[in-house]
């Protein structure tokens, strides 16, 4: 089971850390990912992590705002938003799965976490 957390409201600008805790399997074996949702329109492709933390993936969107990182001792995953966008906006859900190329393929979700950005 995938937890994701740390979702809220926060100003145009600001920083959030979203984490994803996983239960009752280790996950240290997965590659791991972020995807988002904004109302109306398809969930799409955030950023993802290696098993091992050693290779990441951002989306342009995250690129150069966003750090994926992840702590296998504490089976937790996580993604920093820096200088958010009301373009953010979304239920952003983590999932585990694997890594083929530059190319993440999600095999289990979590449920998502609500980000709200004010403009």
């Known amino acids: 089971q995938l937890q994701a957390s740390g979702g809220g409201l926060v100003q145009a600008g600001g920083s959030l850390r979203l984490s994803c805790a996983a239960s009752?399997?280790?996950?240290?074996?997965?590659?791991m990912g972020w995807f988002r949702q904004a109302p109306g329109k398809e969930r799409e492709f955030v950023a993802a992590?290696?098993?091992?933390?050693?290779?990441?993936h951002y989306a342009d969107s995250a690129e150069g705002r966003f750090t994926i990182t992840r702590n296998n001792i504490q089976n937790t995953m996580y993604l920093l938003m820096n200088n958010l966008k009301p373009e953010d906006t979304a239920v952003y859900y983590c999932?585990?799965?694997?890594?083929?190329?530059?190319?993440?393929?999600?095999?289990?979700w979590g449920q998502g976490t609500l980000v709200t950005v004010s403009s």
């Open positions: 992590i290696s098993s091992g933390g050693s290779n990441t």
């Open positions: 009752g399997r280790t996950v240290s074996n997965y590659a």
């Open positions: 999932s585990a799965g694997t890594i083929s190329g530059s190319q993440y393929f999600p095999n289990y």
